[in-house]
Each structure stands twice: as C-alpha cells, then as structure tokens.
C-alpha cells in the first residue's frame, strides 16, 4: 500500500511531535505499519512499529519511552507520537507496511517520501 508520512518540523529539545501516516487505498487494516528515520549520513533505522491488528506495538531502545506508535483504521491513518525530542532524532521519518504484519520486523522496507524532523538544541 503506498503511504504518505505527514507532520514534520522544526522544534525544540524537549517538545513534542506527531507524525501522521495516510493512505486512500483499501485494506489498510490489514497491514503492519513501520516507522523509519534516516539521518544525515546514516542509514534508515526502524523506530517503531505496530501489528496489522494494533494489539502489538515495538520500539526501538533509543526511542523507547518517548515515542508511540498507534493507528485509526476507520481513517486510514497511523501515527507517532514523538515526546522530549532530542536534538538526536533529528531525521527524515517514513513509514511503510507489511501485509499482515506483526509490525516488529519490516524485511524490505519502502519508505517513499518522508517528512522531516528538526529538534534544535
């Protein structure tokens, strides 16, 4: 399913953030969905993710604690919910989708267009 990852800006250490993530096609209910962030000069990271069937939900440590990951099937839409930004995660944040996924492993993961984070210090 394509998916458009929405939200992003510039804000201060400590602030908060929700990214959305969207689609207009059927069945987003039953795909896992992934969030990803690429830094400059690193490789894409998995951040978080949650089941196709919303009960389970993975993080990765570095985020652990301060991110959420949730979705509203009837609209469509996944989120992060990202609290006491770091200048650290400063990144561009995709999300992606497993067809029936369990949400904690994306194998190969398209990430699309993304939308970008600046935490500044």
């Known amino acids: 399913v394509q998916l458009q990852a929405s939200g992003g800006g510039l804000v201060q250490a400590g602030d908060s953030l929700k990214l959305s993530c969207t689609t207009s096609?059927?069945?987003?209910?039953?795909?896992?969905i992934g969030w990803f962030r690429q830094a400059p000069g690193k490789v894409p990271e998995f951040v978080g993710g949650?089941?196709?069937?919303?009960?389970?939900?993975y993080y990765a440590d570095s985020v652990k604690g301060r991110f959420t990951v949730s979705r509203d099937n009837d609209n469509n839409t996944a989120y992060l919910t990202m609290r006491s930004l770091k200048p650290e995660d400063t990144a561009l944040y995709y999300c992606?989708?497993?067809?029936w996924g369990a949400g904690e492993v994306f194998a190969d993961p398209k990430l699309g267009q993304g939308t970008l984070v600046t935490v500044s210090s």
């Open positions: 992606t989708s497993d067809l």
């Open positions: 096609e059927r069945n987003f209910n039953a795909y896992a």
């Open positions: 949650i089941s196709w069937t919303g009960n389970n939900k």
